[in-house]
Antibody, heavy 119, light 107 residues
Framework: QVQLQESGPGLVKPSQTLSLTCTVSGASIDNINFYWSWIRQPAGKRLEWLGRIYSSGSTNDNPSLKSRVTMSVDASKNQYSLRLSAVTAADTAVYYC???????????WGQGTLVTVSS | DILMTQSPSSLSASVGDRVTFTCRASQNIGNYVNWYQQRAGKAPRLLIYAASTLQSGVPSRFSGSGSGTDFTLSISSLQPEDLATYYCQQSYSAPPTFGPGTTVDIK
């Protein structure tokens, strides 16, 4: 079955760049039916969609993040990545990688990884 | 962005009860609503997509309905494992947005 696993530092200093990687198993990152997404959830708050990357490499991101998001795909490793620049404490959250379908529902999620922004 | 609201914010019910909670969108979103269950410390799980289609593997006690701006998720007979927070999400327009959730507690 499809599995997603996030990896990356759990602690990032303010103003630095948060970097996370999602390793995909059970599905090919080249699958055009899957949209490779990132979603986060601050403690006790609602989920926030950050963006998605398609197998072609094109991306969409949430305008609320003011162009701080960069996403990429590494097909050779069946992985995709998120970079969020100029982080502040407000970026502290559990970050999920996820698979989004064409009509927008998310049917596979990673287990999530907590990223704390603190000096 | 489309604002999603949910009510109630929490509810407490007994095993076997029928529970219903609602989700409202700030504009007409057709049937582009999806529902997720999130147990404590876990990732969300898709329950319902396109307002009323049950995701594969989800128990049939879950059902969804609605269109336009008002949507409901129902659990026909509450089970202990349904202790969780339930989120609606609109996928009508970018960016996709989620509601604040309804937390279900078992009496």
């Amino acid at each position: 079955q499809v599995q997603l696993q996030e990896s990356g530092p759990g602690l990032v200093k303010p103003s630095q760049t948060l970097s996370l990687t999602c390793t995909v198993s059970g599905a090919s990152i080249d699958n055009i039916n899957f949209y490779w997404s990132w979603i986060r959830q601050p403690a006790g708050k609602r989920l926030e969609w950050l963006g998605r990357i398609y197998s072609s490499g094109s991306t969409n991101d949430n305008p609320s993040l003011k162009s701080r998001v960069t996403m990429s795909v590494d097909a050779s490793k069946n992985q995709y990545s998120l970079r969020l620049s100029a982080v502040t404490a407000a970026d502290t959250a559990v970050y999920y990688c996820a698979i989004e379908r064409g009509s927008g529902w998310v049917d596979h999620w990673g287990q999530g990884t907590l990223v704390t922004v603190s000096s | 962005d489309i604002l999603m609201t949910q009510s109630p914010s929490s509810l407490s019910a007994s095993v076997g009860d029928r529970v219903t909670f609602t989700c409202r969108a700030s504009q007409n979103i057709g049937n582009y609503v999806n529902w997720y269950q999130q147990r404590a410390g876990k990732a969300p799980r898709l329950l319902i997509y396109a307002a009323s289609t049950l995701q594969s593997g989800v128990p049939s006690r879950f059902s969804g309905s609605g269109s336009g701006t008002d949507f409901t998720l129902s659990i026909s007979s509450l089970q202990p494992e349904d202790l969780a927070t339930y989120y609606c999400q609109q996928s009508y327009s970018a960016p996709p947005t989620f509601g604040p959730g309804t937390t279900v507690d078992i009496k």
